[in-house]
């Protein structure tokens, strides 16, 4: 159980960081719904364990990190119901239609998640590679490798043949 100033600690981080890791999963997960859950999950995961997590030097690393788990573990389920019953799956979501029209945005749903995520943290949420390699679990020249790949299909999709 939280004491008073623990709790007021965890709500202070929850406000201070809640829009920018939805911002941030947005990317990750292609739906701003399924951004909002997956940071909620994760942030509820977080308080359940913030006596360890404060003390940590990225608390919201770890509420990334958990968040994008929780995305992998989603679109596994989501695969295997492919695999299973290829029509079980729900029709698409009309307002998501819309939010992925963007050519940016059909190129990051076009990467790799790994690449997508490492993407994510450094270039929009502004980590550097050290901090993005933590909340990934690998290391610095992983994440550069990582965003260097994924630079080079952006430029190919959006430059055309000069990428």
Same mark, same amino acid.
């Given at each position: 159980? #939280?004491?008073?100033? !623990? @709790? &007021?600690?965890?709500? =202070?981080?929850? *406000?201070?960081h809640y829009a920018s890791v939805v911002r941030g999963l947005v990317l990750v997960a292609g739906s701003e719904g399924e951004a909002e859950d997956l940071a909620? &999950?994760?942030?509820? *995961? +977080?308080? &359940? %364990?913030?006596? @360890? /997590?404060?003390?940590?030097e990225s608390p919201v690393g770890y509420v990334y990190r958990t968040a994008f788990n929780l995305n992998r573990n989603r679109l596994r389920h989501l695969a295997r119901s492919l695999r299973r019953r290829p029509d079980s799956l729900p029709g698409t979501d009309p307002a998501s239609e819309v939010e992925t029209? =963007? &050519? /940016?945005r059909r190129v #990051?749903?076009? #990467?790799?998640a790994s690449q997508r995520e490492a993407l994510v943290l450094v270039e929009w949420l502004g980590l550097d590679a050290g901090e993005a390699g933590r909340v990934l679990g690998i290391d610095a020249a992983s994440v %550069? !490798?990582? /965003?260097? @790949? +994924?630079r080079r299909t952006i430029n190919a999709h959006l430059g055309g043949d000069d990428g």
């Open positions: 159980m #939280l004491d008073a100033s !623990g @709790r &007021e600690t965890f709500e =202070s981080f929850f *406000r201070g909620q &999950e994760a942030f509820a *995961r +977080a308080l &359940e %364990r913030w006596d @360890r /997590i404060r003390t940590m029209r =963007s &050519e /940016i #990051l749903a076009g #990467l790799p %550069r !490798g990582r /965003i260097h @790949r +994924a």
